[in-house]
């Protein structure tokens, strides 16, 4: 276990290493740079007053030579500052940070939970009218476009019968109850996008779990229905499904760009976007980073789950 965690920590530090190099290169390859941002807002910039600023933010060095300079600060603990936003990365990064968590972990749990019962429970009934009605269900929810689905709820909820709020977030240091006002419908929204894909997932997995032989032995020995799919089938079903989950779970600290530019929801997504599009190396580069590392993280415990769901997996070694 030591060793197989120890290489995976080696494989990650490669592939965020690269992923960097990748990164800064493709922003910086941009046309434009963020001087000329500066320009086009303020006329009265005079080619001195650019030329000035750009020997000041290192822009007329070549780009390696950029790239090298910012690794080497990033490795002594100084991920340097927003331009967009005047403040130093992890200040900036930190707030769209936990409100991306907030959102995306409630839409995740929410579509977990609803989605396995779903898939299970049409995989254990083939061709019957829970089959069909919860395929039919997970068909609408893959089809509808994020952006649709939210301005629909937006017209529902908020405009029809003011319900909810129309978008934004909670004032700092608001109720639990006020808080979830403004989170229910980007949630929603998310959750009812997610749930089709995951419950297709687990109703495919449990298909093919139903038909093995040790599920026919179980059935021989007089286990229960019940038994047969809960217990011996779903954790068996659940391995490759926990490998979607896993891709999913950078998701999570990434953001989902559509629903927050929807809702005005101050999340990862549009920061990154932001960030992009107003060439913020910085920002961009450590909230990218970021993403990869979780999603590194995410595959990593979906090897771990896998030895739990079945014990034959030897993790970093080979099926006993």
Not at 107 to 125: Q, R
Not at 177 to 203: C, D, H, K, M, Q
Not at 283 to 309: E, I, K, P, S
Request: charged content about 15%; overall charge neutral.
């Amino acid at each position: 276990m030591t060793r197989f965690l120890l290489m995976r920590g080696l494989q990650s530090l490669v592939v965020l290493a690269v992923m960097s190099f990748v990164i800064y290169g493709l922003i910086g390859l941009m046309p434009g740079d963020p001087i000329d941002l500066m320009i086009s807002s303020d006329p009265k910039m005079t080619a001195a007053d650019a030329a000035r600023l750009r020997t000041l933010y290192g822009l007329d060095i070549p780009l390696y030579e950029r790239y090298w300079n910012w690794l080497l600060s990033a490795l002594s603990g100084d991920l340097g500052y927003s331009r967009l936003f005047g403040q130093p990365v992890l200040d900036v990064l930190f707030p769209a940070l936990r409100n991306s968590l907030m959102l995306l972990g409630t839409a995740f749990f929410m579509a977990v939970v609803i989605a396995i019962p779903l898939g299970t429970l049409a995989a254990a009934k083939p061709r019957s009218a829970t089959d069909y009605s919860v395929n039919l269900l997970a068909f609408a929810g893959i089809s509808i476009p994020s952006f649709w689905l939210a301005l629909m709820l937006i017209m529902f909820f908020s405009v029809t019968l003011g319900w909810l709020p129309a978008g934004g977030i909670a004032p700092d240091g608001s109720s639990f109850l006020e808080n979830l006002r403004f989170i229910v419908l980007p949630a929603i929204t998310l959750t009812i996008v997610s749930i089709g894909s995951y419950s297709r997932y687990v109703r495919s997995s449990m298909l093919e779990v139903l038909r093995q032989d040790y599920i026919r032995t179980a059935k021989a020995k007089g286990a229960s229905g019940r038994r047969i799919v809960w217990l011996h089938g779903l954790r068996n079903a659940m391995i490759p499904v926990v490998t979607i989950l896993a891709l999913d779970f950078g998701f999570l600290f990434s953001g989902a760009l559509v629903t927050e530019t929807i809702y005005s929801w101050p999340g990862m997504g549009k920061l990154i976007f932001d960030s992009v599009m107003g060439n913020d190396f910085n920002l961009a580069l450590v909230a990218l980073l970021f993403a990869t590392a979780v999603t590194l993280l995410g595959n990593l415990l979906a090897d771990l789950c896998y030895a739990w769901l079945d014990p034959r997996i030897v993790v970093g070694g080979d099926e006993t």
